[in-house]
């Protein structure tokens, strides 16, 4: 997490963490908090007030918290869109989760966190689904649509699936997606930061698996 382009993604993280802690009374809690903040300029004395422990105490709490996402084994949620064909969402998964140990062998670690994917059931449900998703402009949306099999927006993968009707596809493309989420987990760098050690490497791995299927 480099401050310089992830503070808000951070922030967010934080505010995830505490909101699981307040068990049901999430929404009284920050309305609270933001009450307090009037009285309380400096706002720890208002957190504390609030949610019920000291940001001292919390930020403790939310190191362990976030190692442990950070080391939780993958959790993939493949959703269909209407128009995908049955069994397409579930072949895909398995595709998914099948690659996980060659990465694991190759790289020493398997994709980690969360991730809700998208399956989408031709190109123009596709460039709504990234419109919905990513909150971007029709055409921008239509635009991303033209140049990629998916777009990633935070945890939320946007999937093409239309044309991945052979086995042999769906393996290939699952592997190249998850082999890019492992490449930005393993480097710790948005996928545009270059690396070319590590991308060289996984250049050889995409090849070797594709040979072998």
């Not at 949306?141 to 998916?150: C, F, G, I, R, V």
Request: with cysteine.
């Amino acid at each position: 997490m480099d401050k310089k382009y992830h503070t808000y993604q951070m922030a967010d993280a934080m505010v995830i963490c505490l909101m699981q802690q307040q068990k049901g009374k999430e929404l009284s809690s920050l309305l609270q908090y933001f009450r307090l903040l009037k009285d309380h300029p400096d706002g720890e004395e208002a957190f504390e007030q609030a949610f019920g422990l000291s940001y001292g105490s919390f930020l403790k709490k939310f190191r362990a918290w976030y190692d442990g996402e950070l080391h939780r084994p993958a959790e993939l949620a493949f959703r269909a869109r209407d128009g995908v064909p049955a069994g397409r969402a579930e072949a895909l998964h398995e595709q998914a989760l099948a690659v996980q140990p060659l990465l694991k062998q190759s790289f020493g670690q398997e994709v980690h966190g969360r991730y809700d994917v998208v399956v989408c059931a031709n190109p123009e449900d596709y460039a709504v689904a990234i419109e919905e998703t990513c909150a971007v402009p029709k055409e921008k949306a239509q635009e991303l649509a033209q140049d990629s099999l998916w777009v990633s927006n935070a945890g939320t993968i946007v999937l093409h699936a239309d044309e991945l009707t052979d086995r042999r596809q769906q393996q290939y493309a699952m592997a190249t997606l998850m082999a890019r989420l492992l490449r930005v987990q393993i480097s710790g760098r948005p996928e545009d930061h270059t690396d070319a050690a590590l991308d060289a490497r996984f250049e050889t791995f995409l090849k070797n698996y594709a040979r072998h299927l």
